[in-house]
């Protein structure tokens, strides 16, 4: 292997110090052009290499990172998470690397059997989007080391690296925003602990509640989905409650759109009778006739962010481990109205 040539190897051929040699390179001042232009030949002719030339090199190096997504979170309707697979290729491809995308279905997850493109090692590193049951997660880091990050979820069990959105701040502000417009008995739609961040923003809902003295029923917690299969399923009749609430936290739009939805066809209106807040700011087109207030998530700084953790690991670069919070914003639309006391 040839030996790196050396600011000290260009400076000993001319006879000046290594300081004129950095100085003529990087076009600093106190060099002669006669004496720079002779600098920059000779360091040409020797296969001189600049340390940013090296360190740049080095970056772009192209890698295929592999992105799983379970089956249960790709239905019909559910294409957040094809979005945020879109923003998670269009950045790989801005740092010149590949994405495959394979679909665990609910049975390879179910028996925690390894996905293809690990078996097959077509893989430099993974980014798995939406929670995994606990078992694949454990296969995944048992059996393999590739280096992994997880988006938009985190595992409790687990230290891992993994880039969510602040689901407990954002129904936090959603919830406080209800209370403004007049709003105390408010209920909160998601199935807990299906998945960490419908728990987180469960929390959120219920830190804003507490601080504003409100006391919440067991009959305002309302489940959104099979917690097996993660079907979307929705069941609410607000006159058959003993308190019947005035507004809704749904821990996404899609359960917002349909919470809508059912309280049309049982003949109340939005915001009329009812307020009703969603997360994500991301819907079908199609599937509600109400633009819904919402928190909105930062899908491609999120992206971004896991990008550059899982090349920083791949790469073997120090990086700052754990959980990468990225913000979000309350975006207004339609869909809450103030109680007019």
């Given at each position: 292997?040839?030996?790196a040539v050396?600011?000290?190897?260009?400076?000993?051929?001319?006879?000046?110090?290594?300081?004129?040699?950095?100085?003529a390179?990087s076009?600093?001042k106190g060099?002669?052009e006669?004496?720079?232009?002779?600098?920059?030949?000779?360091a040409?002719?020797?296969?001189?290499?600049?340390?940013s030339a090296v360190k740049?090199e080095?970056?772009?190096k192209?890698?295929?990172?592999?992105?799983l997504?379970?089956?249960?979170?790709?239905?019909?309707?559910?294409?957040?998470?094809?979005?945020?697979?879109q923003?998670?290729?269009?950045r790989?491809v801005?740092?010149?690397?590949?994405?495959?995308?394979?679909?665990?279905s609910l049975?390879?997850?179910a028996?925690a059997?390894l996905?293809?493109?690990?078996l097959e090692?077509?893989?430099?590193?993974?980014i798995l989007?939406?929670?995994l049951?606990?078992?694949y997660?454990?296969a995944?880091r048992?059996?393999?080391?590739?280096?992994?990050?997880?988006?938009d979820?985190y595992d409790?069990?687990q230290?891992?690296?993994?880039?969510i959105?602040?689901?407990?701040?954002?129904?936090y502000?959603?919830?406080?925003?209800?209370?403004?417009?007049?709003?105390e008995?408010?209920?909160?739609?998601g199935?807990?602990?299906?998945?960490?961040?419908?728990t987180?923003?469960?929390?959120?809902?219920r830190?804003?509640?507490?601080?504003?003295?409100?006391e919440?029923?067991?009959?305002?917690?309302?489940?959104?989905?099979?917690?097996?299969?993660?079907v979307?399923?929705i069941?609410?009749?607000?006159?058959q409650m003993k308190d019947?609430?005035?507004?809704?936290?749904?821990n996404?739009d899609?359960?917002?759109?349909?919470?809508?939805?059912?309280?049309?066809?049982?003949?109340?209106r939005v915001?009329?009778?009812f307020?009703?807040?969603?997360?994500?700011?991301?819907?079908f087109?199609?599937?509600c006739d109400?633009?819904?207030?919402?928190?909105e998530?930062?899908?491609r700084e999120?992206?971004?962010k896991?990008?550059?953790v899982?090349l920083?690991?791949?790469?073997?670069?120090?990086?700052?481990?754990?959980?990468?919070?990225?913000?979000?914003?309350l975006?207004?639309?339609?869909?809450?109205?103030?109680?007019?006391?």
């Amino acid at each position: 292997m040839a030996k790196a040539v050396k600011l000290a190897d260009i400076a000993e051929q001319l006879g000046v110090s290594t300081v004129t040699v950095s100085k003529a390179l990087s076009g600093q001042k106190g060099v002669s052009e006669a004496m720079r232009e002779k600098i920059k030949q000779l360091a040409d002719e020797l296969g001189y290499k600049q340390p940013s030339a090296v360190k740049k090199e080095k970056s772009t190096k192209s890698y295929n990172i592999g992105v799983l997504v379970s089956e249960k979170y790709l239905g019909e309707y559910a294409s957040f998470y094809w979005r945020m697979y879109q923003s998670v290729a269009t950045r790989a491809v801005q740092k010149e690397c590949f994405t495959m995308l394979e679909v665990v279905s609910l049975e390879d997850e179910a028996e925690a059997n390894l996905p293809k493109i690990v078996l097959e090692r077509k893989v430099d590193g993974l980014i798995l989007i939406g929670r995994l049951r606990t078992e694949y997660l454990g296969a995944l880091r048992q059996n393999t080391q590739i280096p992994i990050v997880y988006l938009d979820f985190y595992d409790e069990h687990q230290m891992s690296d993994a880039v969510i959105s602040n689901s407990y701040y954002g129904t936090y502000m959603l919830t406080n925003y209800l209370i403004e417009h007049g709003h105390e008995k408010i209920a909160y739609v998601g199935t807990l602990l299906f998945t960490a961040s419908i728990t987180d923003r469960y929390f959120g809902y219920r830190k804003s509640m507490l601080e504003h003295g409100i006391e919440v029923p067991q009959e305002w917690i309302i489940p959104d989905r099979d917690m097996e299969c993660g079907v979307v399923e929705i069941d609410i009749h607000p006159d058959q409650m003993k308190d019947m609430p005035t507004a809704f936290v749904c821990n996404s739009d899609l359960t917002a759109s349909m919470v809508i939805n059912q309280l049309e066809e049982q003949g109340y209106r939005v915001p009329q009778d009812f307020s009703v807040v969603g997360f994500d700011n991301y819907l079908f087109p199609g599937l509600c006739d109400i633009e819904i207030t919402t928190y909105e998530v930062d899908i491609r700084e999120m992206a971004n962010k896991a990008i550059h953790v899982l090349l920083k690991k791949v790469s073997g670069e120090r990086y700052k481990q754990g959980i990468t919070i990225v913000e979000g914003r309350l975006v207004e639309k339609a869909s809450v109205q103030q109680v007019v006391k």
